[in-house]
């Protein structure tokens, strides 16, 4: 009986060589498995390559809805960030890959899982740990941690000696990854950190900051506990909002990132990102959190969501410290709720106000006209016990300067200065 193997598949450089490596190299038949996650793609082509190549099946599964709803909203109610700057587009991604593969190889009675991450990737720990938490008895497939081929060049030479159709031209050989979420570019001119991306040519679903219009343009979301439920007074889904969002955020520029950053396996690596609507959202979503989250709630908030996008970034989905830190962040989004108006301007985000049934903000108490709630003559008593220490260590300077010890010992170092003279 044939081995049974389900691929990640995504019809592009990578997995186009697998399938026949695969084929070539193992008695086996491939299930080609593609994850619908909103990107671009031509499904029907998609499936029609996967079969022209070899493989025994290929089936699309739309997991769009779950991918916005168990995986970017516990990411943006959190604010995670990798590294100050990365939305996490493509680490979000991975670990609801992984679940929909293990899903397919159950049902396909399949032993094996393969993917095509390179054995210099983040992806291949998100992939490898993924498909290791639901299904340790599942093996995996990485060729690119065994076969011979070296690069991209040599991926096109290996296809066009079988005279299988090559997914890529030479000129837009970007290494690429997209969804609902983002665009993520790597390659070419973008391997010397001291080149400018040639923002021009790389661009998919933004426009260059300077290429957009003259005029300001004005965006208002709703969020119900964290999550973003309406654009414009409109309310949608989850997909409609990211949708519109990345429409109206690409047009003006909005949510590009240059980083340079580090990789899970320890070297540092270049990419350039596009999140027009995870970058609006983003923001909104802290500018609403900013008037309705206490001080030390809000700070110890920020300290879990870098721990969160350090979590998500290295494949740790499946964990329990993954589950706790997204348990404490929902227990935060509980009065999250409110609108949140921005402009935007040639790649800018600026906010431009927000209101919530829940603000913290009281205007009776923060006016420079003193209000009924706040005395101004209880600043003196607060201040005083709020920074004793400060008094207290100041009095200690000031006896040690007068103490009859210090000024002997003065004395002293004056007396055998004079003598040396």
Known sequence: ???????????????????????????????????????????????????????????????????VEQYIWPALKANALYEDKYLLGTSTARPLIAKVLVEQARKEKASAIAHGATGKGNDQVRFDLGITALAPDIEIIAPWRTWRIKSREEEIRYLKRRKIA??????????????????????????????????????????????????????????EKGIPVSVNGKKTDGIGVITTLNKIGGANGCGIVDLVENRVVGMKSRGVYETPGGSILYYAHQE??????????????????????????????FTPLR?????????????????VRLKL????????????????YNASIASFT????????????????????????????????????????????????????
């Open 1 to 67: 009986m044939k081995k049974k193997i389900v691929l990640a598949y995504s019809g592009g450089l990578d997995t186009t060589v697998i399938i026949p490596w695969l084929k070539e190299n193992q008695d086996c038949d491939i299930i080609a498995v593609c994850v619908d996650l909103g990107q671009e793609a031509d499904w029907k082509t998609i499936k029609k390559r996967a079969l022209d190549t070899g493989a025994a099946s290929c089936v699309v599964v739309d997991a769009q809805k779950e991918y």
């Open 166 to 223: 090559v997914p890529v031209t030479k000129k837009d050989s970007y290494s690429r990854d997209d969804n609902l979420w983002h665009i993520s570019h790597e390659g070419l001119e973008l391997e010397d950190p001291s080149n400018e991306p040639s923002l021009g040519k790389m661009l998919k679903m933004t426009v260059p900051p300077e290429k957009a219009p003259a005029k300001p343009a004005y965006v208002e979301i709703g969020f």
């Open 288 to 317: 609403l959190e900013h008037i309705c989250l206490d001080r030390q709630t809000y700070a110890f908030k920020q300290t879990v969501a870098q721990k969160l996008g350090e979590v998500i970034y290295g494949g740790l989905w």
């Open 323 to 339: 589950e706790s830190l997204s348990a404490f962040v929902d227990s935060t989004q509980e009065t999250v709720s409110g609108t």
């Open 345 to 360: 301007y040639k790649g800018s985000i600026s906010a431009a106000g927000v209101s919530s049934p829940y603000s913290l």
């Open 370 to 421: 003193t209000g009924e709630l706040y005395n101004h003559s209880d600043a003196k008593g607060f201040i005083r016990l709020y920074g004793l220490s400060v008094l207290v260590r100041a009095l200690m300077r000031q006896e040690g300067k007068n103490s009859p010890a210090k000024s002997g010992a003065k004395s002293a170092a004056k007396s055998k200065t004079r003598g040396k003279r």
